[in-house]
């Protein structure tokens, strides 16, 4: 079974890369926040365990606000008043997407409480040193970063910064906290430190873990929960994620690959959208045609899922396949453009996955598609070199059983009046394991089929590398029409879809 070994440190900045994502490159929000508590705990007599929880917990306080850009926008208002409701809610959502994982249990409870004012009136009915310390800290922290300015030299902010928090004191904020920051902020390495280029030198130097065996199981989790933040962007995608992780492992069981591979692409299939997190979600609810401006906005999403997978080492293959699932077979993919030969099976079989939940699910713009449609549609992007062939014959070999992944996360769905309003994760775990045991009774029912076939392939895979598809002759206008229409940008085109530059392609 495979164990990775990595730098929990390593691991928690990266996924705090991927919280900070923004439409115009990386935010460094969380990150700076970070920065400001590591300066702050110099002086409060932490364990060491404590400095690893403040710190973790500050570089993912805002995770619960990640699936929703305009609440990401309102709480980075440096102007917003800290007394209203809906500053709570993003702190909840994040405790209730860590509190299950063991190895964020301890952040889970300083998120939840990271907006609580210390003279009371939070939901949470606490108020002064019954708030937790490590909350209290992180909630100046972050009050801190978002009023410094961003423009003119950052010492320029120390007096005024200083005077917002005193103003603050015994009302929002621990007034023995304030005297540590302002006793801290007197030296100018505090606001230095925050333009560093290097914020994780300066991180790792404050809390050294060394590299931790991490099962398979404890990346699937941190994997769930960033499905469940790519999935709540939409209500028309609320379970794409999982839905592509599972189509994808069962066309990677037929496809020969081994059990340690097929975790790999349930993780795989499972962040396959993270770089989604910078589309802001009016594009991604769009019921009509996506303008040029924002097919390019939405065409990023890939290039940060990559960036972001790839900071950590044991997670190449993973970013791979991934973040190459709108690279095509012709080379005229993104964003990388690579073509054929370049293309690994497992990048193969995620493309395939992804295109076929996305025609098979229901999106602003149209309702889901017929199989016959499914069908023509994905044989034209074969014939047009698009596509493997060989994987889209896998899959409409087992069409049935493929589509099933799908209709029982839809099913969950509907069932619980859509997830995405209801930020309910405990139903994503429900539908996710109502899932798995009817996969796994198919697969049982079909398990000699698939071994066999896959003893077939595994020597055929050699490596993961692939014969080329043959070419076939040129698709109907129609059916190239229909797949450049329902396909999108899987084409790697921007073309207008009936000669106005305002009607465009729509993205998978």
Request: aromatic share 6%; net charge negative.
């Amino acid at each position: 079974m495979t164990v990775f070994y990595i730098n929990p440190v390593n691991l928690i900045q990266t996924m705090t890369m991927a919280l900070d994502l923004a439409v115009d490159g990386v935010s460094l929000h969380q990150k700076r926040t970070a920065v400001i508590c590591s300066h702050l705990c110099e002086h409060l007599g932490l364990d060491i365990g404590e400095v690893h929880t403040l710190l973790s917990a500050a570089l993912m306080h805002d995770i619960g606000a990640a699936s929703n850009t305009e609440e990401r926008r309102k709480i980075a208002d440096p102007r917003l008043d800290m007394r209203r409701q809906e500053i709570f809610e993003h702190a909840e959502l994040g405790y209730n997407l860590l509190r299950d994982a063991d190895f964020f249990q301890n952040d889970a409870v300083a998120i939840r409480h990271h907006h609580d004012n210390w003279d009371g009136g939070n939901p949470s009915g606490l108020s002064g040193a019954n708030i937790p310390l490590l909350a209290r800290v992180i909630h100046l922290a972050d009050r801190v970063e978002l009023s410094i300015s961003k423009t003119g030299p950052m010492l320029h902010n120390c007096q005024r910064v200083q005077n917002y928090v005193r103003e603050r004191s015994g009302a929002n904020f621990d007034p023995g906290l304030v005297d540590v920051f302002l006793k801290a902020s007197a030296k100018e390495c505090f606001w230095l430190d925050l333009i560093s280029p290097d914020h994780a030198e300066i991180l790792t130097s404050k809390i050294s873990m060394g590299i931790t065996p991490f099962s398979i199981d404890d990346m699937l989790r941190v994997a769930e929960i960033f499905a469940t933040i790519i999935d709540r962007m939409s209500r028309f995608t609320a379970t794409h994620s999982r839905s592509v992780s599972g189509v994808a492992v069962f066309l990677a069981k037929w496809n020969g690959f081994s059990q340690n591979e097929i975790f790999m692409m349930r993780i795989a299939g499972l962040l396959h959208d993270l770089g989604k997190l910078a589309i802001p979600n009016f594009i991604l609810e769009k019921p009509g045609p996506l303008t040029v401006e924002e097919q390019l906005i939405v065409r990023q999403h890939t290039y940060f899922t990559y960036l972001t997978l790839s900071q950590i080492n044991q997670l190449q293959t993973v970013a791979e396949w991934a973040a190459w699932h709108h690279e095509t077979m012709d080379g005229n993919g993104y964003p990388f453009g690579l073509a054929e030969p370049s293309l690994s099976l497992g990048a193969r079989i995620m493309a395939v996955a992804d295109i076929f939940v996305a025609l098979d699910e229901n999106r602003p713009y149209r309702k889901k598609l017929p199989k016959e449609t499914i069908q023509r549609i994905m044989k034209g992007m074969v014939d047009n070199r698009k596509i493997s062939g060989r994987i889209v014959e896998s899959l409409f070999d087992n069409f049935s059983e493929a589509e099933l992944v799908v209709q029982t996360m839809e099913l969950w769905a509907m069932t619980n009046q859509v997830v995405y309003q209801d930020h309910d994760q405990t139903l994503f775990e429900r539908g996710l394991a109502a899932s798995a045991e009817k996969f796994q009774e198919t697969a049982g029912n079909h398990g000699g089929k698939a071994e066999a076939k896959a003893e077939e392939k595994a020597e055929e895979k050699a490596g993961e590398t692939v014969k080329a598809d043959g070419e076939t002759e040129e698709t109907s206008q129609e059916t190239a029409r229909a797949a450049g229409e329902e396909a999108g940008e899987t084409t790697g085109e921007i073309v207008p879809a009936d000669g106005t530059e305002e009607k465009k392609l729509k993205e998978i």
